[in-house]
């Protein structure tokens, strides 16, 4: 099966700094992809999506590019608060072998994020 | 507009018991998906269901089954319970063009 996996299991950064999440793919067909956000004890959290046909998008302080050539996406993060840390997920939203429309998300391993004071 | 809601969220069980979960979606959301979280395999997807239809299903085993009654609520149950089913069980719900989906805060089983 397809997979979608992460550079780095954790990452640690400096409170105010900015963060980057790096998550590789390997479906050239995958067309639609969404980062979560799980913290401890709850269930992930959506962050921001992209479609394929976007190389860039920004939310509330948080940034998703997508390069399709190498099959790669990053969430950057700005001003890193201690609120940020938990786990991160990226997850291909794709279309599954049944009927219809049905997708389904396949996850990445995850990044924690832990924020240093 | 509320969120997903499961229950209950933790449960204990002993191997070859049987266990239901509840899932109530967003409102207005006919979409239902269930993954299973553990610390070795990750989130992994189970099935959906739209309208009360299972359109997709994972590579999971017939002992996990599920269901998805008119007003969208779904329920899934896993049979002859095994402590490799120890895991988090999340549900996620979407709706309309959106096809983002959307997590409830997950019902932890334990299964001992």
């Given at each position: 099966g397809e997979s979608v996996g992460l550079h780095l299991p954790t990452l640690s950064v400096q409170e105010g700094d900015n963060s980057i999440i790096n998550c590789a793919y390997s479906n050239s067909a995958s067309d639609y992809f969404i980062w979560y956000k799980q913290e401890s004890g709850k269930g992930p959290q959506f962050i921001i999506d992209i479609r394929s046909n976007m190389?860039?998008?920004?939310?509330?302080?948080?940034?998703?590019?997508?390069?399709?050539?190498?099959?790669?996406?990053?969430?950057?993060i700005a001003a890193t608060q201690p609120g940020d840390s938990a786990v991160y997920f990226c997850a291909e939203n794709m279309r599954g072998s049944g009927s219809g429309s049905a997708r389904q998300l396949t996850f990445?391993?995850?990044?924690?994020?832990?924020?240093?004071? | 507009k509320a969120g997903v809601t499961q229950t209950p969220r933790y449960l204990i069980?002993?191997?070859?018991?049987?266990?239901?979960?509840?899932?109530?979606?967003?409102?207005?959301?006919?979409?239902?998906?269930?993954?299973?979280?553990?610390?070795?395999?990750?989130?992994?997807?189970?099935?959906?269901?739209?309208?009360?239809?299972?359109?997709?299903?994972?590579?999971?085993?017939?002992?996990?089954?599920?269901?998805?009654?008119?007003?969208?609520r779904s329920e899934m149950n896993v049979s002859t319970l095994e402590l490799g089913d120890s895991a988090l069980y999340l549900c996620a719900s979407s709706g309309g063009n959106q096809e983002t989906q959307y997590f409830g805060p997950g019902t932890r089983l334990l299964v001992l």
């Open positions: 190389d860039k998008r920004q939310g509330q302080r948080v940034t998703v590019l997508l390069n399709k050539t190498v099959k790669h996406l990053s969430l950057q990445g391993s995850g990044t924690q994020l832990t924020v240093l004071p | 069980k002993t191997r070859g018991q049987q266990v239901t979960l509840s899932c109530s979606p967003i409102s207005g959301h006919r979409s239902v998906s269930w993954y299973q979280q553990t610390p070795g395999q990750g989130l992994q997807f189970l099935f959906e269901y739209f309208s009360e239809t299972q359109r997709n299903k994972g590579n999971f085993p017939g002992r996990f089954s599920g269901r998805q009654f008119s007003n969208s």
